[in-house]
């Protein structure tokens, strides 16, 4: 079946845009995970949305960083006023639950370039 | 907190050679513990798990035990095919959330 998928693969945006990553979980996956990829820094965990609980945000590196889950399902990631140091490949990933039983599946990210 | 410590690589072998990428972790409670793959090009793929004191998780011939006394969560396989080649996460999952280790590069030579 169809995994998860995320949009754009690729993005270059120059220094102090806005942009917005996006994220299709698989369906009926009620855990939604994004996480940060960087050289040097391995994965960094951002944020967490759990059904219709308040979403574990503390991940987040700074106020710039924000994301949405609509309607339990797609998700968008926001960076505002992007900075050189946002350059990295951002991961999104989807579970059937929340608890430890229930594997992540991750998409194949979107690779930021901020110039 | 949580923290995953794993070898640092890139890992060079021949094929055919023994694999070991050491894992240790420093965690509250009792983790479940991942490795992950990630192949060139490809998204992150669970390898295997584990999810007690004990348990061996194992998967197209990478084996990994769970070892609370020595909290570790070594990466073997017997024989390693140039197939092989990717970058390798350990990570633990104390209730929801991975934390995961900085990677390991594997390279395998025919």
């Known amino acids: 079946g169809a995994g998860v998928s995320q949009s754009p693969s690729n993005k270059v945006t120059e220094k102090g845009k806005d942009v917005e990553l996006r994220c299709d979980p698989i369906?009926?996956?009620?855990?939604l995970y994004w996480y940060r990829q960087s050289l040097g820094q391995g994965l960094e965990f951002l944020i967490y949305f759990q059904g219709n609980s308040a979403p574990d945000k503390s991940g987040l590196p700074s106020d710039r960083f924000s994301a949405e889950r609509t309607g339990g399902s797609v998700s968008t990631l926001t960076i505002q006023r992007t900075q050189q140091e946002d350059s990295a490949v951002y991961l999104c990933?989807?579970?059937?639950?929340?608890?430890?039983?229930?594997?992540?599946?991750f998409g194949n990210g979107t690779r930021l370039t901020v110039t | 907190g949580n923290s995953v410590t794993q070898m640092e690589g890139p890992v060079t072998l021949s094929e055919e050679a023994f694999l070991t990428i050491n894992c240790t972790y420093t965690?509250?409670?009792?983790?479940?513990l991942f490795w992950y793959v990630q192949y060139p090009g490809e998204g992150l793929q669970l390898l295997l798990k584990a999810t007690k004191a004990d348990d061996k998780g194992s998967n197209k011939g990478f084996e990994a035990t769970y070892r609370k006394e020595t909290t570790s969560f070594h990466l073997e396989k017997g024989s390693v095919q140039v197939s092989d080649s990717a970058v390798y996460f350990c990570a633990l999952r104390p209730y929801s959330t991975l934390t995961f280790g900085k990677g390991t590069m594997l390279l395998v030579s025919p």
């Open positions: 990933a989807s579970s059937l639950r929340g608890d430890y039983n229930s594997p992540l599946h």
């Open positions: 369906s009926g996956h009620t855990a």
């Open positions: 965690a509250t409670g009792y983790p479940s």
